[in-house]
T-cell receptor, first 110, second 114 residues
Framework: RKEVEQDPGPFNVPEGATVAFNCTYS??????FFWYRQDCRKEPKLLMSVYSSGNEDGRFTAQLNRASQYISLLIRDSKLSDSATYLC???????????FGGGTRLMVKP | GAGVSQSPSNKVTEKGKDVELRCDPISGHTALYWYRQSLGQGLEFLIY????????KSGLPSDRFSAERTGGSVSTLTIQRTQQEDSAVYLCASSLAAQGYGYTFGSGTRLTVV
């Protein structure tokens, strides 16, 4: 079983739609959680951290459910520019080693 | 510097040759990581440096791969006797040491072994 699992997609949605991705992690000792975004042929970039109480950044909302060991990302009012791969990332080691999920591909269509 | 800098951005090499990839992390970041990403695949961890501690080499795929970090800053990833399956984008990232900080990635080196 992978340590961080994501549905690879692709999720094909129309502009303006709301879309949600889930991610599950296997290690209950995990302490830090992030969503990264990776555009085609580019490096991953930090989208947002995920906090226990849930957090929002504009159209993006991240939630953490420690009991069920999953993380979610909700994107409202999708834009064409949101098309990318979204990586779920977990820190469960001592220090700051991050474990990356395989990513979920989102394609927003006109 | 302002970001993580990697060089070269692209490298084409012949099978069997050695290559060196360079990473210059963000100033003040004590942790440095190497990953590789094959076309359409996820990130594969290679090696992790944290301050003066012994590096975590658990992700290196074979003894043809090695890395060093001099003076706690610049890192070099060396691949000896390259094989076609080594073709990938090699990504370097750095972070603050404390837990809970995300990584900042460089733009990567695209290695093609022909």
């Amino acid at each position: 079983r992978k340590e961080v699992e994501q549905d690879p997609g692709p999720f094909n949605v129309p502009e303006g739609a709301t879309v949600a991705f889930n991610c599950t992690y296997s290690n209950s000792a995990s302490q830090s959680f992030f969503w990264y975004r990776q555009d085609c042929r580019k490096e991953p970039k930090l989208l947002m951290s995920v906090y226990s109480s849930g957090n929002e950044d504009g159209r993006f909302t991240a939630q953490l459910n420690r009991a069920s060991q999953y993380i979610s990302l909700l994107i409202r009012d999708s834009k064409l520019s949101d098309s990318a791969t979204y990586l779920c990332v977990v820190n469960y080691n001592a220090g700051n080693m991050l474990t990356f999920g395989g990513g979920t591909r989102l394609m927003v269509k006109p | 510097g302002a970001g993580v800098s990697q060089s070269p951005s692209n490298k084409v090499t012949e099978k069997g040759k050695d290559v060196e990839l360079r990473c210059d992390p963000i100033s003040g970041h004590t942790a440095l990581y190497w990953y590789r990403q094959s076309l359409g695949q996820g990130l594969e961890f290679l090696i992790y440096f944290q301050g003066n501690s012994a590096p975590d080499k658990s992700g290196l795929p074979s003894d043809r791969f090695s890395a060093e970090r001099t003076g706690g800053s610049v890192s070099t990833l060396t691949i000896q006797r390259t094989q076609q399956e080594d073709s990938a984008v090699y990504l370097c990232a750095s972070s603050l040491a404390a837990q809970g900080y995300g990584y900042t990635f460089g733009s990567g080196t695209r290695l093609t072994v022909v």
